[in-house]
């Protein structure tokens, strides 16, 4: 026994599926447009908040180099504000790992009476580690005094 199928439905069966198969391919395309605007729009907002992150990074750094510029103004001119603990004459500005080293006396007296570290803080700043290493050298007297010839 044979089955045979009409010419009229062979035609209407192969009609479906290309109708079927279209839209399917219509449904692909749709998606990838869908995915391919979502990235891009993704991808823009994040480029919108890479942006922000940089112009904010910048306004600290900026804050910071003011900070930074102003505790170095400040250790320049400390010596001669009304308060500092010694006279302006005897001072020596290092800078680091101490911003002065005073040696007290030796502008009025040719001698040295004494000789001062002093670091120069502004605002709320602490010491560092290597500012805290030699407090504690000088408080502990592990200071010495070497001559060196050539």
């Known amino acids: 026994m044979t089955f045979t199928v009409p010419i009229e439905s062979t035609t209407f069966i192969l009609g479906i599926l290309f109708v079927g198969t279209g839209f399917l391919g219509i449904i692909v395309l749709l998606l990838m447009l869908v995915y391919k605007a979502g990235k891009k729009t993704g991808n823009l907002e994040a480029s919108i908040h890479h942006a922000q992150e940089i112009e904010e990074a910048r306004?600290?750094?900026?804050?910071?180099?003011?900070?930074?510029?102003?505790?170095?103004i400040a250790e320049q001119i400390a010596p001669f504000l009304r308060d500092f603990p010694c006279r302006a004459e005897d001072c020596r500005f290092l800078g680091k790992p101490v911003d002065f080293i005073v040696f007290s006396g030796l502008y009025n007296n040719d001698a040295v009476d004494e000789i001062v570290f002093v670091e120069v803080k502004t605002g709320s700043s602490a010491l560092s580690k290597r500012e805290k290493s030699l407090k504690d050298a000088v408080e502990q007297k592990r200071v010495r005094y070497v001559e060196y010839r050539i």
Not at 59 to 72: F, Y
């Open 59 to 72: 306004e600290d750094a900026i804050k910071r180099s003011r900070s930074v510029l102003g505790g170095q």
